[in-house]
């Protein structure tokens, strides 16, 4: 029990981690293998949680390693005919963006104590509040479509992890992958787009 509980810590903080990499790092690579990494020990986290069925674990990892791949094409692209594609404006200072995601993660905190849902595991709920903060930060601070939609990525993986906590129905969460399919589309259209009017 005592180790379970050290184990999703330790979750929690890593998927945390990588969210604050993906606002952090400058290189569009980086960003990229953080964001999949972040999905991957989402899955794990929604495994560990009692009553959320193994499939729904595998769909997210799955749906974050195909939006990344999508996405690294869409990069990849961009970059090799557009260097500046990915980054035009003078990024706010890395320090800051560290600061600003390790103050959310800690409102996550603070938020999932004091206003807990019955519903869902605490793990969850810090988890979520955690990705949902630095996501918007990720959108609000990004220098390239690639980024913004990344940031929108990581708001709607917090709050897919708390839906596919507390409901299973296939329905819904086709639902929901096929909306973060439609912003991965749109993300890689505009960073397209931005390639064309660069070159």
Not at 17 to 45: K, P
Not at 58 to 69: F, G, P
Not at 110 to 132: E, M
Request: charged share 10%; hydrophobic share 55%; net charge positive.
């Amino acid at each position: 029990m005592i180790g379970e509980e050290i184990l999703s810590e330790l979750m929690i903080l890593l998927i945390a981690g990588l969210a604050a990499l993906v606002l952090t790092l400058e290189d569009w690579r980086g960003w990229l293998l953080a964001w999949a990494l972040m999905g991957a020990g989402g899955g794990w986290l929604l495994q560990q949680t009692p009553g959320v069925p193994g499939q729904l674990a595998s769909l997210q990892v799955l749906t974050s390693a195909l939006l990344a791949l999508l996405l690294y094409l869409t990069g990849w692209q961009a970059r090799k005919a557009a260097p500046k594609t990915l980054t035009s404006r003078p990024p706010v200072h890395w320090r800051f963006r560290a600061l600003a995601a390790l103050f959310f993660h800690y409102l996550a905190r603070i938020l999932a104590a004091r206003f807990p849902i019955p519903i869902a595991p605490a793990p969850i709920l810090i988890t979520t509040y955690t990705l949902i903060g630095i996501g918007l930060l990720i959108a609000t601070l990004g220098r390239s479509p690639l980024q913004v939609g990344l940031g929108i990525l990581t708001m709607f993986s917090g709050y897919g992890l708390f839906y596919f906590s507390v409901q299973d129905s296939l329905l819904a969460i086709g639902l929901m992958a096929g909306m973060n399919l439609v912003i991965a589309f749109l993300t890689a259209a505009l960073t397209l787009v931005r390639q064309e009017a660069s070159a």
